[in-house]
């Protein structure tokens, strides 16, 4: 019996000039999180359409956030965390 692939999770990143970092993310109660989207276009819905990704499977995001002290993945998160920011920014 062989295992069924998982399809890829849409992980939202942050760009340096050489580099790509994974964007954490803070739940309500200010745990920290990684995000991942089922598709680009429930991360745009959430974060926007600026916001860089890649595609990672459940089991490498896991792999890279074993050693962080994190809660764990959310996956397709609701709300609008940018307009979180741009309401803090402007206070």
Known sequence: MSKQA???????????????SLRLFRTVNGTRTAVAFSSPARLMAVLGSDQRWIHLSESALRKMIEDLDLEGIVIDPSGSFSNRVAERQAA
């Open 6 to 20: 998982q399809p890829p999770l849409v992980v939202p990143v942050r760009v340096g000039a050489v580099t790509q």
